[in-house]
C-alpha cells in the first residue's frame, strides 16, 4: 500500500464494542472502507511473522483521514493488557509508512471529581469530554520503538531528559478546542492501569485521594502518548469520554454495557470536536508549535528482518 499525499491526519479509537463502521453511521455524506493490511517490521509472537495493521479510509463533507481501531488493528482483536507489539505496529504505519502527521486518539475513561479542577470548579459527569494535562502509568508497562525487531547502531540513543506533556501534545490542535464543550485543565491527571478490569471502590479512592487523578484509563493511549514523544513532526491530540464515574455510579452502572451505552451516548458530541479540529487543519495550514524539535528514535535504527 503506497502512502497516499492528500491524507495527512489519522484519528484512533478504540471504546469498548466500538468498531469504525458504527461509529459513523450516522453521518449522511461519511464513507468509511476497509483498506488492505499494511505489515510493518513489527514482529507476531517472536516469530518473522509481520504485524498487518488494519486501517479504514474515511472520505466526505470535506475530509479525509484514515481510522484505526485499537483493539482490532490486527487481525485477531486484543484487549488493552495484550496490546504491546501492535501499539508500536500500527503507531509506526500512520507515521513512518502512511506519512499522517496529525494524530487525534480518543479514549474512555472513568471520572473522579474533586481533586486537580478544583480551581476551575468543574465537575465531571458522565459523558465529559477531556483533554489531560499528563498521566501517571501505572501500568508501568515499557514502550518503545526499538524493539528486538531493529538493530541499534553504536550511535544509538534514546533522547535524554524527562518530557513533559508538552512535549508531546500539540498545543495548536489542543488551542482548536477552546471555547467547546471540552475541559482542558494542565492539572488534570490521567491514571493509567494495565486492565481489563474495573478498579475495587478503595483502589478508586486510592487513586483519588493519594494519586490525585482525574481521570482512570487503560494504558493503551499512554503507550501512543510515549510513542509520538520519539518522533518529531507528528502533532497528536488525546481526547477522552467519561464513561463511568466509579466513586459515584450506583452497583448497576459500573456494568461493561453501562460503559458500552454511555460511549454511544457521547460519541457524537466527541466525533464533532474530532471534525471541528480536523477542519481547523485543513484551513490553518502550517504549523509552528514545536512538534518538529523532538528527537528521531529512528535516526540510528535499522531493520533486523527486511
Known sequence: MQADPSINTALIVGTIGERPEELLADYPG????QLQPIFTPYLSLHKAVRIPVNLYLVEGNNLKFYVVERHYSTTEPRYPHELHKEVCAYMYALIKMLNVRFIISTSAVGGLNGNNFWHTFTKLNVGSLAVPGTYIDLAGV????????????????????????????????HSMLVGGPVLLSRRSILATSIGPHFESPGEAVFYQRVVRADFLGMHTLIKEWKLVAQVPGVHFLPIVHVTNMPLEDQHGDTSGQHVEEAAVDSSAQLLWQVFRVMRGINELGDFECGCDDRHDIFTNLQQRYS
Open 142 to 173: 515499557p514502550v518503545t520503538f526499538a524493539t528486538d525487531e531493529w538493530i541499534r547502531t553504536k550511535e544509538f540513543k534514546l533522547s535524554e531528559g524527562h518530557h513533559g506533556v508538552e512535549n508531546t501534545i500539540c498545543h495548536k490542535l
Open 30 to 33: 461519511m464513507y468509511i472502507r
